[in-house]
T-cell receptor
Framework: SQTIHQWPATLVQPVGSPLSLECTVEGTSNPNLYWYRQAAGRGLQLLFY??????ISSEVPQNLSASRPQDRQFILSSKKLLLSDSGFYLCAWSVGLNYGYTFGSGTRLTVV | DAKTTQPNSMESNEEEPVHLPCNHS???????IHWYRQLPSQGPEYVIHGLTSNVNNRMASLAIAEDRKSSTLILHRATLRDAAVYYCIPRVNPNFGNEKLTFGTGTRLTIIP
């Protein structure tokens, strides 16, 4: 069966520090991968999506970046965190139009 | 992208059916209609999706209007665990646009014991 792993579950980071969040998928190949963010009390915002290794599309210009070094690995990074980067970060995958998205359990990031 | 309109909130009694409406009048003919729900402090959970015909699964039913400008998610017998924010999302066909799901504000469903 397919599973999606996200870690860490919670993270507290100081302003200006780097960030690396990792997401891996098991049990499927060549999935579409997505990073979403949900600020406190707000809706989900699509940050990045990828349809293949090394292929990244950015939805919102910001100080975050994403990479897909392997087929089932998606990484969200920042060189210097801002207070406004705090939020609930969710990774998701899908294998095609006629399938739903499966979301990970998320990382709750607090920038202090 | 097609825009959706959902009630901000709804209430329903436990063990009664719930009908959650969604208007998507600008949807294109190739966009699937997806429904997700998000429980507190969790990521969204896929509920159901469809294109033109009504759909049923173990979680819910999806009724799609003939003109596809609206749809209704039906929970046949609400339980307290169904309390969540429900999102109706037209999913853009990647053959005609970028592959992505864009979440709106959804409907916050409260279940009354």
């Amino acid at each position: 069966s397919q599973t999606i792993h996200q870690w860490p579950a919670t993270l507290v980071q100081p302003v200006g520090s780097p960030l690396s969040l990792e997401c891996t998928v098991e049990g499927t190949s060549n999935p579409n991968l997505y990073w979403y963010r949900q600020a406190a009390g707000r809706g989900l915002q699509l940050l990045f999506y990828s349809v293949g290794i090394g292929q990244i599309s950015s939805e919102v210009p910001q100080n975050l970046s994403a990479s897909r070094p392997q087929d089932r690995q998606f990484i969200l990074s920042s060189k210097k965190l801002l207070l406004s980067d705090s939020g609930f970060y969710l990774c998701a995958w899908s294998v095609g139009l006629n399938y739903g998205y499966t979301f990970g359990s998320g990382t709750r990031l607090t920038v202090v | 992208d097609a825009k959706t309109t959902q009630p901000n909130s709804m209430e329903s009694n436990e063990e009664e059916p719930v009908h959650l409406p969604c208007n998507h009048s600008t949807i294109s003919g190739t966009d699937y209609i997806h429904w997700y729900r998000q429980l507190p402090s969790q990521g969204p959970e896929y509920v159901i999706h469809g294109l033109t015909s009504n759909v049923n699964n173990r979680m819910a039913s999806l009724a799609i209007a003939e003109d596809r400008k609206s749809s209704t998610l039906i929970l046949h017998r609400a339980t307290l665990r169904d309390a969540a924010v429900y999102y109706c999302i037209p999913r853009v066909n990647p053959n005609f646009g970028n592959e992505k799901l864009t979440f709106g504000t959804g409907t916050r469903l409260t279940i009354i014991p």
